[in-house]
């Protein structure tokens, strides 16, 4: 009985190892759905309108903002599928935990990357949505509203791929970790009849 107890603590259940991988692979493939809407609606995103004789044409190219915010999921889009097949090898092989930290480092750095992305768009969406009485800078959606709406779009789903990023970074964080027992060490008496 105390070898029986012994091997349980060594390996976390299979059913909880399968159940941490394949929440893992859904939620990045989730994340990546997320990342590719968000940069696909913004770098699709242009619209053009006469207003008093003038042509104005707005593009997502034209803010710094929106150009990292098309970068960001873009990069948050790839490291979600590249990201993929390492998670499916460290689980079959049952990597050690430097495998798992490594990959939890790299998540966290895409959902920072996706913070700052998607703050600086937030930011540059409302100035453009109501502009800044005290700069002098006027609102601009009141004339291309499609232009604003579909930025808004791209804004949401890419503060719904940093939602499920933090998602994988607690799952990463919180991996299944294999007791410290070893398989020749007994398990104390006490520990078997406390069960």
Known sequence: MATNLAKMELNPPQKTKRLFVLSQVLIRLAAFGASLAAALIMVT?????TIYGFE???????????????????AAC??????????????????????FFCLFLLDLMVMGLLTAASSAATA????????????GW???CSYVGHYCDKATHSVVCS????????FITVLSA???????????????VSLVFSV
């Not at 995103?45 to 309108?49: A, S, V």
């Not at 790839?78 to 495998?99: D, E, H, I, N, T």
């Not at 540059?124 to 700069?135: A, P, R």
């Open 138 to 140: 006027a609102e601009i």
């Open 124 to 135: 540059i969406g409302l100035m453009g949505k109501y502009g800044n009485s005290h700069t």
């Open 78 to 99: 790839a490291y979600s599928l590249v990201s993929l097949p390492f998670v499916l090898m460290f689980s079959a092989k049952g990597s050690g935990q430097r495998c």
């Open 56 to 74: 104005m044409v707005a593009k997502y190219t034209y803010s710094s903002a929106f150009r990292f915010l098309v970068g960001a999921n873009i």
């Open 174 to 188: 919180t991996k299944p970790k294999p007791s410290p027992v070893h398989k020749d060490t007994a398990v104390p």
């Open 159 to 166: 503060y719904a791929a940093l939602i499920l990023f933090f």
């Open 45 to 49: 995103n242009k619209e053009r309108k």
